[in-house]
């Protein structure tokens, strides 16, 4: 592993840094590989790429036969702006649970549509409340929908989203799930979990390139959506009739991004499918964490919260601490990490997504201990 690794890196340019960020991310020599080829729209072997594509996500949802998988242009908020404007008709509220700047910009895409909404807001340490969840679907009967967030970028934590699809069910409303950083990592039975619009994208926990997101959505809704989207662009109804009809997207597909994502597919089954790859990132971030730890760096959130995709680190309360220069030393030896996005404290992230094994990890605090020396922090005593 460290040896194909090392060639890995090698070929891909020594210049480029390794991603410990939550997007875009590090990915295999062999996914961009795959992009190294000119394939038009109408091309036989591109449609059945798509569609084998498409196949795909469904298995690794295990929803084949209640779900359907939508390809989309853009990045992932371009596939949660394509639910929340396409799914929610006309007179139709939309309660969003917050605990993040993910779930606050569904909110906000809520606000420019005219969507009308309720917010229910956590602190970005806590956990979404299932028992409020529901007592708010019991009191609003004009609430249709229910948007979450499933694992918060923002802070790395994981919202219990089986539990709170159960009594979104239960009260016969649609769920919407950003499940951006967490399907393919995250093991999610789409069906059991009552999930009716799943929103991922090709550069997070699967590992393609950026370029596309995707929405698997529960097949009755979808159909029943159909007339009510309020762009062209991101009319999910339509872009799904496109593609079932003669396989092709309505506009220019991003052909290179998706044959990297049809190998980043293959490499997903090769390591073993969702439940190893999210092993792999675990065993990442717990390395991470106790290095962190033994350095001197205190985690944002408790063990019991933390998912395996992101943490977050408060900065120490060292006088010569500063994150800029900190980043840069970083950066220079190799390693990008990324800032904080909190509202109450003052943090930074460590992303262990993407092509990132432990030696890369050990590497990285070994990198950290050295630029804390360079900078005078001698123990960084957390703040
Ligand atoms: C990455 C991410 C998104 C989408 O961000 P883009 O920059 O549009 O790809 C949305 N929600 C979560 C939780 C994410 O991690």
Redesign the pocket.
Known sequence: MTTSRTTDRRLAGAADKLLFT??PLTTSRTTKQAMLRDLGSRDVEFIDIVREVRKGLLEIGQCASTHEAILMQG????G?ESVVSSAIPKGGKLLVVVNGA?GK?IVRMAEIHGIERVVQTYGEDALADVAAIEAALAKDAAITHVAM?H???TTGLVNPIEQVGRVVRAAKRIFIV?A??SFGAIPIDVDRSAIDYLVS?AN?CIEGVPGFSFVIARREPLVASEGGARSLSLDLHAQWKGLENDGQFRFTPPTHAILAFHQALKELADEGGPAARGARYRACQQKLTSGMQAIGFSAYLPPGLQGPVITTFRYPAHPRFAFDAFYEKLSRRGFAIYPGKLTHADCFRIGTIGRIFEGDVVNLLAAIRDVLAELGVDSASPG
């Open positions: 939550p997007g990045s992932g908020t371009f949660i993910y910009r967030v694992s918060e970028t950003d951006m950083s994208s997070k």
